[in-house]
């Protein structure tokens, strides 16, 4: 989606609701800000549920309170995805040093008596 699809669901807001009517100019000038919604994996029907839902009984600035909830509602990136795990059971291999010594560390706090068995 780009900034002219962006622009339209602006300016379909006072269709739904009158006191979200916009410009095209201003619809235009608030675009990039939706674009980013959709960056970070937002539907427009989410972008359209949090411009609308909760609106005061009167708006006086219906672009100042579009752009302020734009900036503000922002959600935030998706985490990272997950590294690739790493097998440790290979000596050498990333990681083999400290899983052994958590291993060996564990195994001595059991046949001490100690501590939890692990699940």
């Given at each position: 989606?780009g ?11 006072g ?11 201003e ?5 990039p ?17 949090a ?13 100042a ?38 291993g060996?560390?564990?195994?001595r706090?059991?046949l001490?008596?100690?501590?939890p068995?692990?699940a």
């Amino acid at each position: 989606m780009g900034a002219g699809a962006a622009a339209r669901l602006l300016s379909s807001l006072g269709r739904a609701e009158p006191r979200l009517t916009l410009s095209a100019a201003e619809a235009a000038r608030l675009a990039p800000l939706v674009e980013e919604w959709w960056a970070v994996g937002a539907s427009a029907a989410q972008v359209r549920a949090a411009l609308t839902q909760g609106l005061p009984e009167r708006v006086y600035a219906p672009g100042a309170l579009v752009r302020d909830r734009l900036e503000r509602k922002r959600p935030s990136p998706p985490p990272a995805a997950p590294s690739a795990p790493v097998d440790a059971r290979e000596a050498g291999a990333p990681g083999f040093v400290s899983a052994a010594i958590r291993g060996a560390e564990l195994a001595r706090t059991l046949l001490r008596g100690r501590g939890p068995v692990p699940a």
